[in-house]
């Protein structure tokens, strides 16, 4: 049982690329969602899901696209890269709305140059 | 839409000295989550409060959930250093499911 993992750990892109991030979870949690976390901003919510096959926007979705395909995996990806999406990223599951617990993802490092 | 404020952002004690962190939400919450994130790492879980009025404890760590549901509070009784870290309450909307994050409270505590 290894959790919420997030690949990869540290990227560095150029401005303009793309790149998707992953995030892989085998609690078997409906839900999931993606933060952003920058100094003395907390953590922002970008995208999230409640169940396979559906995504909402959070508070700043802007410049981010997300799929949940499988109910194990939640991607976010971002299809050209600015220097204001540098940033740390986590994913997170929630097993209930009521009761349940959130469990974080290590973290995803992103520099955009 | 949803907000959740959180104060003070940050806090430096004495050791042996308590703590408070306080939480308040634009709109009524489902239930309210707090976290703690060591610096380098990524937020656990600590406790959720669900129902108005509701008090829990955890050792040295108190929680509060206002009557209203809007507002929550973590008191820490005698810190320690190992206490430090940053503190975020989460507000959850049922209705949407969404969880939203106040900004932290970081706790320094000087030995």
């Known amino acids: 049982n290894a959790g919420v993992t997030q690949t990869p750990k540290f990227r560095v892109l150029k401005t303009g690329q793309s790149m998707t991030l992953l995030c892989a979870q085998d609690?078997?949690?409906?839900?999931m969602y993606w933060y952003r976390q920058d100094p003395g901003m907390g953590l922002r919510l970008i995208h999230y899901s409640v169940g396979e096959g559906t995504t909402a926007k959070g508070e700043v979705p802007d410049g981010y696209n997300v799929s949940r395909l499988k109910k194990q995996n939640f991607l976010l990806g971002l299809e050209s890269a600015a220097p204001s999406q540098t940033s740390v990223y986590f994913c997170?599951?929630?097993?209930?709305?009521?009761?349940?617990?959130?469990?974080f993802g290590p973290g995803t490092r992103l520099l955009v140059l | 839409g949803q907000q959740v404020m959180q104060i003070p952002q940050y806090q430096h004690v004495q050791e042996g000295e308590d703590f408070t962190t306080y939480c308040n939400s634009s709109?009524?919450?489902?239930?309210i989550q707090w976290y703690k994130q060591r610096p380098g790492g990524h937020p656990v879980f600590l406790i959720q409060l669900v129902k108005s009025g509701e008090v829990k404890k955890q050792k040295r760590l108190t929680f509060q959930f206002g009557e209203a549901k809007k507002n929550s509070s973590l008191h820490i009784t005698a810190t320690q250093t190992t206490d430090v870290g940053t503190y975020f309450c989460a507000g959850l909307s049922s209705n949407t499911g969404k969880l939203i994050f106040g900004q932290g409270t970081t706790l320094q505590v000087k030995p």
């Open positions: 709109t009524t919450l489902s239930n």
């Open positions: 609690m078997n949690h409906e839900y």
């Open positions: 997170a599951s929630l097993s209930a709305l009521f009761g349940g617990t959130q469990y």
